[in-house]
DNA sequence: TTGTAAGCGTTATCAG
DNA sequence: CTGATAACGCTTACAA
């Protein structure tokens, strides 16, 4: 039989020759033990090999340390910048981060939250899809805290984390006209989550306003190949655009290869390129795009900062909502700078 | 008081008219419940919103459901997809992900076991470092299972799972040679892990049967940004390589730009290029790398397989090592493919 | 098939 | 500061 399983505080207490309770205590932060117990059994503990069984910890204290992060597209570079930042976040305040993957099959989000309640998660991080109302509003009934990173929603409870995206889109049209660019495009995928529209509708409304037309493509998802479709479709039109914004770094990537490639076109000389999200490719040195940068730590510690907080009623009645900016990364794919 | 908490099985009973049993059991697979109280548990259970407790379930029956995933370097894309294939079939095994992130600090890979033995983990999976064997044996002792993904290790016990990185090496030389190479170069970093170490002894190896000589050089960690400085140490060389192999894409990458925008090389016509992980980027038009595809679908089934798998005694005896075979994927950055 | 009762490993309460 | 004792929510013999 070698699955002797776990040591449990019960023989821990009879090596260290006290009682199980003075173990819970020594395993307790703040609890008072005295320096010659918390000694003793600190060396059985650890003679031994015991761990504080957090389950049922968990169970007692009705508080898992467990995080849901609820995410698709785990290994594209944004989502998965945003995870890291996450996870090491989480683990400095003391959680753990579980992980659940919403890629196949629809409805999985509530799956994922339901997975939460399971496990008595203290919280669950939404990074991709939304809920259902009635599950979501279940986990906010059962004490669960959630988080939406970049999902607009207006259901009250949850904390928001947005990006001014309307707004930041306007300043591309700036700094395109200011590089004396006149035929503006933005390149889009067909998700059309609303962060995604909201660049589209604030780069078209910021171009209008100087009396300027925008042509809009929307193909695919929103990865690199659907940004080879993109400049495909736009750079074969009878008016070339002689500047995009791509609603996604990833787009962006794929737009400017196949312009390049195959088009010949020279960047930025003949087009200039925005792009956003500022994924590490974003900085290499084939791409150097402009584009706007995702607070990624500032969001994570916001979220963290927010699960952590003591208050749990006071909270959950006002509105919490957070709008971060996100700022412009000068690089080489438009001119002037 | 809007923490009502909880509903537990208790509650259900009730509404539904039954003991706690029969609602245990109708939550459990494969437990005798007459039809029409399955009926009438399901519906209570539905109405009030109640979900079985993970933790209470994991404490009884002393197997928790959750598999850790200890990593560092999330963000990575090799590291990213890993994950991506990793949490998802575990999820289709009815397992769920704990990720522990291991970036910062070192020792963390046993800070991250204990951390599994404290949450009662059926297994780890490690993807970055290496635990110390006294931590390693006390998860293996407590039960739960071990798998390595790409970490030699010999102790006894972790399943192993490994590419065949040192023949693979020896197959870009061929290549390079077919291609009319003469001057070949292998660009690592410095961080020194059996795999990366593995690839530049086969390449070397297979370099020297045939005669060849290899220009070896390391710098930093395995990014990009090492790769640019590697093309920069490897190509301002009194004679420089007409063919380089970067013990990684990321690497690779970086080289390859750095080759083109700063010493205006061509490639594959000046210089050939191979890497290693096949990363999404590898495919991008800018790159268009040569490279060995990790077989990561693979990785993850075969670690997920194993950790389903009944018999513990049996397996925990005999050496578990998996080597799987990286393929490679031909693109345009070697002559001739 | 069903209910009763005994745990699982903790923490919290309350005397001492 | 310490040690009993009662939960926590669940599963699982065992008996009905």
Redesign the interface.
Same mark, same amino acid.
């Given at each position: =039989?070698?699955?002797?399983?776990?040591v449990s505080a019960q023989e821990v207490a009879e090596k260290a020759g006290v009682s199980r309770s003075a173990v819970s205590r020594t395993f307790t932060p703040g609890a008072s033990v005295s320096a010659e117990t918390r000694r003793r059994v600190l060396e059985a503990a650890d003679a031994l $090999?015991y761990?504080?069984?957090?389950?049922?910890r $968990? &169970?007692m204290r009705?508080e898992?340390g467990?995080v849901c992060?609820i995410v698709s597209d785990?290994?594209?570079?944004y /989502?998965?910048?945003l &995870?890291?930042e996450l996870? *090491?976040q989480l683990?400095n305040a003391g959680k753990?981060? =579980? *992980?659940?993957?919403t890629? /196949?099959s629809d409805g999985s989000v509530d799956r994922a939250l %339901?997975?939460a309640?399971?496990? %008595?998660a203290d919280a669950s991080i939404i990074l991709s899809g939304l809920p259902d109302k009635s599950i979501a509003q279940?986990c906010l009934?059962? $004490?669960q805290r959630l988080v939406l990173i970049n999902r607009d929603d207006d259901q009250p409870g949850p904390l928001r984390i947005n990006l001014d995206d309307y707004e930041a889109a306007g300043r591309v049209v700036t700094a395109f006209v200011r590089a004396g660019c006149r035929r503006l495009a933005f390149a889009n995928s067909e998700a059309g989550t609303p962060s995604l529209m909201a660049r589209e509708r604030g780069f078209v409304a910021a171009a209008r306003a100087l009396g300027m037309d925008v042509t809009v493509e929307r193909y695919g998802w929103t990865g690199?190949e659907a940004g080879?479709v993109l400049a495909q479709r736009l750079l074969t039109r009878s008016e070339r655009p002689d500047a995009v914004f791509c609603a996604t770094d990833l787009l962006a990537? $794929?737009f400017m290869?196949?312009a /390049?490639?195959q088009f010949s076109m020279s960047i930025p000389n003949q087009l200039c390129v925005a792009g956003f999200d500022d994924i590490?490719?974003a900085s290499?040195?084939?791409?150097d795009l402009t584009t706007f940068a995702q607070p990624v730590s500032t969001i994570a510690s916001k979220a963290v900062e927010w699960l952590s907080e003591a208050q749990?009623?006071a909270v959950?009645n006002q509105e919490q909502s957070l709008r971060l900016r996100a700022e412009l990364v000068w690089r080489g794919s438009i001119r002037g700078g």
């Amino acid at each position: =039989m070698s699955t002797k399983v776990y040591v449990s505080a019960q023989e821990v207490a009879e090596k260290a020759g006290v009682s199980r309770s003075a173990v819970s205590r020594t395993f307790t932060p703040g609890a008072s033990v005295s320096a010659e117990t918390r000694r003793r059994v600190l060396e059985a503990a650890d003679a031994l $090999g015991y761990h504080v069984n957090e389950l049922a910890r $968990g &169970l007692m204290r009705n508080e898992s340390g467990i995080v849901c992060l609820i995410v698709s597209d785990v290994a594209t570079p944004y /989502r998965a910048a945003l &995870l890291r930042e996450l996870t *090491l976040q989480l683990q400095n305040a003391g959680k753990v981060a =579980m *992980l659940i993957n919403t890629d /196949r099959s629809d409805g999985s989000v509530d799956r994922a939250l %339901r997975q939460a309640i399971s496990y %008595r998660a203290d919280a669950s991080i939404i990074l991709s899809g939304l809920p259902d109302k009635s599950i979501a509003q279940l986990c906010l009934r059962s $004490g669960q805290r959630l988080v939406l990173i970049n999902r607009d929603d207006d259901q009250p409870g949850p904390l928001r984390i947005n990006l001014d995206d309307y707004e930041a889109a306007g300043r591309v049209v700036t700094a395109f006209v200011r590089a004396g660019c006149r035929r503006l495009a933005f390149a889009n995928s067909e998700a059309g989550t609303p962060s995604l529209m909201a660049r589209e509708r604030g780069f078209v409304a910021a171009a209008r306003a100087l009396g300027m037309d925008v042509t809009v493509e929307r193909y695919g998802w929103t990865g690199y190949e659907a940004g080879k479709v993109l400049a495909q479709r736009l750079l074969t039109r009878s008016e070339r655009p002689d500047a995009v914004f791509c609603a996604t770094d990833l787009l962006a990537c $794929g737009f400017m290869d196949t312009a /390049r490639h195959q088009f010949s076109m020279s960047i930025p000389n003949q087009l200039c390129v925005a792009g956003f999200d500022d994924i590490e490719q974003a900085s290499w040195s084939s791409y150097d795009l402009t584009t706007f940068a995702q607070p990624v730590s500032t969001i994570a510690s916001k979220a963290v900062e927010w699960l952590s907080e003591a208050q749990p009623e006071a909270v959950s009645n006002q509105e919490q909502s957070l709008r971060l900016r996100a700022e412009l990364v000068w690089r080489g794919s438009i001119r002037g700078g």
